[in-house]
């Protein structure tokens, strides 16, 4: 059982996730970190932290994940899905891999 609410969770996993892409996105780039955090809105060691984890990642990989939890917010926003099993599922669906 979920100790936070569920679209929490969602928010929480698709900022993280949106963050990661952006900062990836920006070092391609060649953009330098204080821009980045400046662009992003985040603090310097967020941009380190989110930079750490964006290696783990291919650029292609982020972009799903942003689009699933787009998916997953639509889903629970039309009633087609209730927020619980959402939140659980990209929780799976991250987990997984």
Not at 3 to 8: A, I, L, V
Not at 78 to 91: S, Y
């Amino acid at each position: 059982m979920l100790r936070e609410p569920p679209m929490k969770i969602m928010v929480l996993i698709a900022r993280q996730f949106r963050g990661i892409l952006q900062v990836k996105e920006l070092r391609e780039r060649g953009v330098a970190k204080d821009e980045m955090a400046q662009r992003c809105k985040l603090r310097p060691f967020q941009v380190t932290r989110y930079l750490g984890q964006a290696s783990r990642f291919r650029r292609e990989e982020l972009e799903e994940y942003v689009e699933l939890c787009v998916e997953a917010d639509e889903a629970v926003k039309q009633g087609n899905l209730r927020d619980t099993l959402a939140a659980e599922m990209l929780i799976v669906r991250f987990t997984s891999e």
